[in-house]
Protein backbone atom coordinates (compact mmCIF):
# COMPACT_ATOMS: atom_id res chain seq x y z
CA UNK A 1 0.00 0.00 0.00
CA UNK A 2 1.33 3.17 -0.90
CA UNK A 3 2.15 5.76 2.09
CA UNK A 4 -0.12 8.73 2.13
CA UNK A 5 0.28 11.93 4.47
CA UNK A 6 -1.69 14.10 6.17
CA UNK A 7 -0.61 17.95 7.33
CA UNK A 8 -2.86 20.31 9.05
CA UNK A 9 -2.66 24.30 9.50
CA UNK A 10 -4.65 27.80 9.60
CA UNK A 11 -2.05 29.03 6.89
CA UNK A 12 -2.96 32.15 8.15
CA UNK A 13 -1.05 33.30 6.08
CA UNK A 14 0.77 30.44 4.34
CA UNK A 15 4.55 31.43 4.13
CA UNK A 16 7.46 29.87 2.04
CA UNK A 17 7.70 27.94 5.87
CA UNK A 18 4.72 25.87 4.87
CA UNK A 19 5.92 25.21 1.19
CA UNK A 20 9.51 24.22 2.53
CA UNK A 21 7.46 21.88 4.79
CA UNK A 22 4.92 20.43 2.11
CA UNK A 23 8.12 19.48 -0.10
CA UNK A 24 9.83 17.39 3.04
CA UNK A 25 6.18 15.75 3.91
CA UNK A 26 6.56 14.54 0.06
CA UNK A 27 10.12 13.37 0.41
CA UNK A 28 7.89 10.44 2.97
CA UNK A 29 5.04 9.68 1.47
CA UNK A 30 3.72 8.82 -2.22
CA UNK A 31 0.35 11.44 -1.54
CA UNK A 32 0.02 14.32 0.97
CA UNK A 33 -3.45 15.92 2.03
CA UNK A 34 -3.10 19.06 3.21
CA UNK A 35 -6.12 20.09 5.43
CA UNK A 36 -6.78 23.84 5.89
CA UNK A 37 -8.44 25.19 9.03
CA UNK A 38 -11.37 27.59 9.30
CA UNK A 39 -12.05 29.06 12.47
CA UNK A 40 -14.15 32.17 12.09
CA UNK A 41 -13.96 33.07 15.74
CA UNK A 42 -10.24 32.48 16.17
CA UNK A 43 -8.55 32.65 13.22
CA UNK A 44 -5.89 35.26 13.36
CA UNK A 45 -6.40 38.61 11.03
CA UNK A 46 -4.11 37.96 7.65
CA UNK A 47 -5.72 40.23 5.06
CA UNK A 48 -6.99 37.48 3.45
CA UNK A 49 -10.73 35.50 3.43
CA UNK A 50 -11.15 32.04 4.76
CA UNK A 51 -11.60 31.36 0.98
CA UNK A 52 -8.62 33.08 -0.29
CA UNK A 53 -6.67 31.14 2.40
CA UNK A 54 -7.34 28.31 0.92
CA UNK A 55 -7.35 29.21 -3.05
CA UNK A 56 -3.28 30.69 -2.44
CA UNK A 57 -2.87 26.63 -0.55
CA UNK A 58 -4.13 25.35 -3.97
CA UNK A 59 -2.07 27.14 -6.10
CA UNK A 60 1.14 26.95 -4.29
CA UNK A 61 0.42 23.13 -3.92
CA UNK A 62 -0.19 22.94 -7.43
CA UNK A 63 3.31 24.19 -8.78
CA UNK A 64 4.92 22.10 -6.23
CA UNK A 65 3.29 18.68 -7.13
CA UNK A 66 0.19 16.78 -8.41
CA UNK A 67 0.66 14.50 -5.58
CA UNK A 68 -0.59 16.96 -3.13
CA UNK A 69 -4.51 17.29 -2.62
CA UNK A 70 -5.58 20.27 -0.70
CA UNK A 71 -9.11 20.41 0.99
CA UNK A 72 -10.05 22.35 3.98
CA UNK A 73 -12.48 22.14 7.39
CA UNK A 74 -14.96 24.26 9.05
CA UNK A 75 -13.92 24.26 12.76
CA UNK A 76 -15.79 27.40 14.22
CA UNK A 77 -17.65 24.97 16.22
CA UNK A 78 -14.71 22.81 17.75
CA UNK A 79 -13.24 23.07 20.93
CA UNK A 80 -10.62 25.39 20.78
CA UNK A 81 -7.09 25.96 22.95
CA UNK A 82 -4.76 28.49 21.99
CA UNK A 83 -1.67 25.52 22.55
CA UNK A 84 -1.42 22.49 21.67
CA UNK A 85 -3.38 20.02 24.13
CA UNK A 86 -4.18 16.24 24.17
CA UNK A 87 -8.02 16.88 24.74
CA UNK A 88 -8.36 18.90 21.46
CA UNK A 89 -6.14 16.32 20.01
CA UNK A 90 -8.30 14.33 21.17
CA UNK A 91 -11.48 15.42 19.80
CA UNK A 92 -10.04 16.12 16.48
CA UNK A 93 -8.14 12.51 16.15
CA UNK A 94 -11.54 10.65 14.92
CA UNK A 95 -12.66 13.68 12.72
CA UNK A 96 -9.59 13.36 10.73
CA UNK A 97 -9.56 9.30 10.45
CA UNK A 98 -12.88 9.81 8.78
CA UNK A 99 -11.99 12.31 6.47
CA UNK A 100 -8.37 10.88 5.68
CA UNK A 101 -9.28 6.75 6.17
CA UNK A 102 -6.03 5.95 4.28
CA UNK A 103 -3.74 8.21 6.04
CA UNK A 104 -0.40 6.48 7.60
CA UNK A 105 1.95 9.36 8.81
CA UNK A 106 0.72 12.96 10.47
CA UNK A 107 3.52 15.74 9.10
CA UNK A 108 3.61 19.17 11.18
CA UNK A 109 5.56 21.14 12.86
CA UNK A 110 3.90 22.31 16.48
CA UNK A 111 3.35 18.96 19.11
CA UNK A 112 -0.29 18.59 18.61
CA UNK A 113 0.96 16.06 15.23
CA UNK A 114 2.36 13.81 17.99
CA UNK A 115 -0.59 14.23 20.39
CA UNK A 116 -3.03 13.54 17.34
CA UNK A 117 -1.14 10.17 16.26
CA UNK A 118 -1.30 9.47 19.64
CA UNK A 119 -4.87 9.47 19.58
CA UNK A 120 -5.80 7.53 16.65
CA UNK A 121 -8.59 5.83 17.20
CA UNK A 122 -6.98 2.71 15.17
CA UNK A 123 -2.96 3.29 15.98
CA UNK A 124 -1.93 0.31 14.20
CA UNK A 125 -0.21 1.58 11.06
CA UNK A 126 0.13 5.74 12.36
CA UNK A 127 3.01 7.29 12.54
CA UNK A 128 4.13 11.16 13.04
CA UNK A 129 7.00 13.55 12.05
CA UNK A 130 7.58 16.77 13.30
CA UNK A 131 9.06 19.06 10.43
CA UNK A 132 11.79 21.64 11.01
CA UNK A 133 9.97 22.77 14.92
CA UNK A 134 12.92 25.11 15.41
CA UNK A 135 12.00 26.93 11.79
CA UNK A 136 16.01 26.36 11.44
CA UNK A 137 15.10 25.56 7.47
CA UNK A 138 13.20 28.38 6.49
CA UNK A 139 13.10 30.69 9.38
CA UNK A 140 9.87 32.21 9.14
CA UNK A 141 6.37 32.04 10.56
CA UNK A 142 2.17 32.69 9.86
CA UNK A 143 2.96 35.33 13.25
CA UNK A 144 6.14 36.56 11.81
CA UNK A 145 4.65 37.37 8.11
CA UNK A 146 1.56 39.19 9.68
CA UNK A 147 3.56 41.21 12.39
CA UNK A 148 5.50 42.89 9.88
CA UNK A 149 5.31 41.94 6.36
CA UNK A 150 7.69 44.10 4.79
CA UNK A 151 10.61 42.86 6.46
CA UNK A 152 9.35 39.02 5.82
CA UNK A 153 8.78 39.98 1.92
CA UNK A 154 11.03 37.12 0.63
CA UNK A 155 9.38 34.49 2.50
CA UNK A 156 6.06 35.27 1.05
CA UNK A 157 4.58 33.32 -1.52
CA UNK A 158 3.57 34.98 -5.04
CA UNK A 159 0.09 33.99 -4.85
CA UNK A 160 -0.26 35.44 -1.37
CA UNK A 161 1.58 38.82 -1.24
CA UNK A 162 -1.27 41.02 -2.94
CA UNK A 163 -2.95 40.59 -0.14
CA UNK A 164 -0.11 42.45 2.04
CA UNK A 165 0.58 44.58 -0.82
CA UNK A 166 0.05 48.76 -0.08
CA UNK A 167 -1.29 50.21 -2.94
CA UNK A 168 -1.42 54.04 -3.11
CA UNK A 169 -3.16 56.23 -5.53
CA UNK A 170 -2.21 59.66 -7.05
CA UNK A 171 -4.83 61.41 -8.77
CA UNK A 172 -5.61 64.54 -9.98
CA UNK A 173 -7.05 66.83 -13.31
CA UNK A 174 -5.11 66.91 -16.22
CA UNK A 175 -1.62 68.90 -16.27
CA UNK A 176 -1.52 68.54 -12.57
CA UNK A 177 1.86 66.89 -12.05
CA UNK A 178 0.78 63.38 -11.13
CA UNK A 179 2.54 61.34 -13.33
CA UNK A 180 5.70 62.92 -12.28
CA UNK A 181 5.39 62.46 -8.94
CA UNK A 182 4.23 59.11 -9.34
CA UNK A 183 7.54 58.24 -11.01
CA UNK A 184 9.32 59.80 -9.15
CA UNK A 185 8.00 58.00 -6.09
CA UNK A 186 8.70 54.61 -8.00
CA UNK A 187 12.06 55.70 -8.17
CA UNK A 188 12.34 56.80 -4.41
CA UNK A 189 10.96 53.40 -3.52
CA UNK A 190 11.87 51.04 -5.73
CA UNK A 191 8.24 50.19 -6.29
CA UNK A 192 6.32 49.32 -9.71
CA UNK A 193 4.43 51.72 -11.11
CA UNK A 194 1.23 51.31 -13.04
CA UNK A 195 1.08 54.07 -15.85
CA UNK A 196 -2.06 55.62 -17.10
CA UNK A 197 -3.56 53.42 -19.40
CA UNK A 198 -4.80 55.38 -22.13
CA UNK A 199 -0.83 57.18 -23.71
CA UNK A 200 0.30 53.50 -23.06
CA UNK A 201 -2.65 52.01 -25.31
CA UNK A 202 -3.72 54.89 -28.43
CA UNK A 203 -0.10 57.27 -27.65
CA UNK A 204 -1.11 58.26 -31.78
CA UNK A 205 -4.95 58.82 -31.12
CA UNK A 206 -4.37 62.20 -29.13
CA UNK A 207 -8.47 63.86 -28.66
CA UNK A 208 -9.20 61.21 -31.13
CA UNK A 209 -10.75 58.57 -28.83
CA UNK A 210 -14.53 57.27 -28.58
CA UNK A 211 -16.33 56.25 -25.60
CA UNK A 212 -15.45 52.37 -26.62
CA UNK A 213 -11.96 53.18 -26.59
CA UNK A 214 -12.38 54.10 -22.43
CA UNK A 215 -13.81 50.45 -21.93
CA UNK A 216 -10.67 49.28 -23.71
CA UNK A 217 -8.55 51.70 -21.37
CA UNK A 218 -10.22 50.85 -18.00
CA UNK A 219 -9.80 47.17 -18.74
CA UNK A 220 -6.22 47.13 -18.94
CA UNK A 221 -5.90 49.44 -16.46
CA UNK A 222 -7.55 46.56 -14.27
CA UNK A 223 -5.17 43.63 -15.54
CA UNK A 224 -2.40 46.09 -14.97
CA UNK A 225 -2.92 46.59 -11.65
CA UNK A 226 -3.65 42.80 -10.69
CA UNK A 227 -0.13 42.41 -12.84
CA UNK A 228 1.84 44.82 -10.61
CA UNK A 229 0.71 43.35 -7.13
CA UNK A 230 1.43 39.52 -8.33
CA UNK A 231 4.81 41.04 -10.25
CA UNK A 232 8.91 40.19 -9.14
CA UNK A 233 9.28 43.52 -9.08
CA UNK A 234 6.94 44.08 -6.15
CA UNK A 235 8.58 44.87 -2.85
CA UNK A 236 5.49 45.52 -0.97
CA UNK A 237 4.37 48.94 -2.51
CA UNK A 238 2.78 49.29 -5.86
CA UNK A 239 2.17 52.77 -7.53
CA UNK A 240 -0.71 53.77 -9.60
CA UNK A 241 -1.22 57.10 -11.91
CA UNK A 242 -5.14 57.44 -12.09
CA UNK A 243 -7.86 54.78 -11.72
CA UNK A 244 -10.88 53.62 -13.67
CA UNK A 245 -13.46 56.18 -11.76
CA UNK A 246 -11.14 59.10 -13.39
CA UNK A 247 -11.29 57.22 -16.67
CA UNK A 248 -14.99 57.69 -16.45
CA UNK A 249 -14.72 61.14 -15.27
CA UNK A 250 -13.47 62.32 -18.35
CA UNK A 251 -15.69 59.51 -20.56
CA UNK A 252 -19.08 61.49 -19.02
CA UNK A 253 -17.06 64.83 -20.02
CA UNK A 254 -16.41 63.88 -23.57
CA UNK A 255 -19.14 61.56 -24.26
CA UNK A 256 -22.10 62.52 -22.18
CA UNK A 257 -24.72 61.08 -23.77
CA UNK A 258 -22.95 57.70 -24.34
CA UNK A 259 -24.29 56.20 -20.93
CA UNK A 260 -24.01 52.33 -22.74
CA UNK A 261 -20.78 53.03 -24.43
CA UNK A 262 -19.23 53.49 -21.23
CA UNK A 263 -20.67 50.71 -19.04
CA UNK A 264 -17.72 48.73 -19.83
CA UNK A 265 -15.59 51.50 -17.85
CA UNK A 266 -18.26 51.01 -14.59
CA UNK A 267 -17.71 47.44 -14.63
CA UNK A 268 -14.00 47.91 -14.41
CA UNK A 269 -14.04 49.96 -11.76
CA UNK A 270 -15.57 46.92 -9.41
CA UNK A 271 -12.41 45.34 -10.56
CA UNK A 272 -9.82 47.37 -9.21
CA UNK A 273 -7.48 46.51 -6.43
CA UNK A 274 -8.25 48.00 -2.97
CA UNK A 275 -6.22 50.79 -2.30
CA UNK A 276 -4.64 51.44 0.75
CA UNK A 277 -3.81 55.18 0.63
CA UNK A 278 -5.16 57.74 -2.12
CA UNK A 279 -2.72 61.14 -2.72
CA UNK A 280 -4.37 63.77 -4.93
CA UNK A 281 -2.10 66.67 -6.49
CA UNK A 282 -3.94 69.85 -7.06
CA UNK A 283 -4.22 72.37 -10.09
CA UNK A 284 -1.40 74.36 -8.77
CA UNK A 285 1.52 73.86 -11.95
CA UNK A 286 1.30 75.33 -15.23
CA UNK A 287 -1.23 73.64 -17.75
CA UNK A 288 0.50 72.01 -21.03
CA UNK A 289 -0.71 70.59 -24.14
CA UNK A 290 0.82 67.29 -24.68
CA UNK A 291 -2.02 66.31 -27.14
CA UNK A 292 -4.11 64.31 -25.18
CA UNK A 293 -6.02 67.88 -23.24
CA UNK A 294 -8.03 70.61 -24.54
CA UNK A 295 -9.06 71.66 -20.81
CA UNK A 296 -6.30 74.19 -20.08
CA UNK A 297 -8.82 77.43 -19.24
CA UNK A 298 -9.24 78.52 -15.81
CA UNK A 299 -12.50 77.86 -15.60
CA UNK A 300 -12.42 74.45 -16.87
CA UNK A 301 -9.10 73.52 -14.96
CA UNK A 302 -10.88 74.68 -11.80
CA UNK A 303 -14.18 72.33 -12.53
CA UNK A 304 -12.38 69.44 -13.76
CA UNK A 305 -10.54 70.04 -10.89
CA UNK A 306 -13.54 69.88 -8.55
CA UNK A 307 -14.56 66.22 -10.40
CA UNK A 308 -11.77 64.77 -9.26
CA UNK A 309 -11.67 65.77 -5.78
CA UNK A 310 -14.91 64.03 -5.67
CA UNK A 311 -13.32 60.89 -7.06
CA UNK A 312 -10.36 60.92 -4.38
CA UNK A 313 -13.33 61.46 -1.81
CA UNK A 314 -15.55 58.76 -2.76
CA UNK A 315 -12.24 56.79 -3.47
CA UNK A 316 -11.05 56.88 0.10
CA UNK A 317 -14.49 56.45 1.38
CA UNK A 318 -15.22 53.47 -0.44
CA UNK A 319 -11.82 52.11 0.19
CA UNK A 320 -11.46 52.47 3.67
CA UNK A 321 -8.50 54.58 3.80
CA UNK A 322 -6.78 58.41 4.02
CA UNK A 323 -7.23 60.54 1.51
CA UNK A 324 -4.28 63.09 1.18
CA UNK A 325 -4.33 66.67 -0.82
CA UNK A 326 -0.50 67.33 -1.42
CA UNK A 327 0.81 70.69 -1.35
CA UNK A 328 2.61 72.39 -4.13
CA UNK A 329 5.60 72.61 -5.56
CA UNK A 330 8.83 71.45 -4.28
CA UNK A 331 7.49 70.46 -1.18
CA UNK A 332 4.83 67.95 -3.02
CA UNK A 333 7.64 64.91 -3.05
CA UNK A 334 8.85 64.52 0.57
CA UNK A 335 5.09 65.15 1.58
CA UNK A 336 4.05 62.08 -0.68
CA UNK A 337 7.02 60.26 0.63
CA UNK A 338 6.45 61.12 4.43
CA UNK A 339 3.03 59.84 4.66
CA UNK A 340 3.71 56.57 2.13
CA UNK A 341 6.26 55.57 5.06
CA UNK A 342 3.65 56.02 7.60
CA UNK A 343 1.34 52.80 5.94
CA UNK A 344 4.74 50.87 5.36
Avoid at 104 to 118: C, K, N, P, Q
Avoid at 173 to 187: H, P, V
Avoid at 258 to 263: D, K, S, T, V, W
Wanted: hydrophobic share 40%; proline share 5%.
Amino acid sequence: MMNEGLMIGKFAPLTNGHLTAFSMALAHCYKLNVLVCIDHLHDPECNMTSEQRIEAVRVECARISDRIEVSFIDCTAFPYEKESSREISRFWAPILMDKFPKVTTLFGSEDYVRFIAEEWPDCKGISYQILDKERKTTHISATMVRSNPRQYWDFIPASVKPFFTKNVLVLGAESCGKTTLTKALGKVFHAPVVPEMYRSIYPEKGMTFTAEDLGVVANVQTKAQGEANRSFFNKGLVLHDTCCEITLMYGREYFPNEYFALGPVENCIKKEVKFDLVLFCDIDVAWENDGTRTLGNEDDRKRMRDKAYSVAVQKAKRHGCELVVLPADYKRLPAAIDVIEKIL
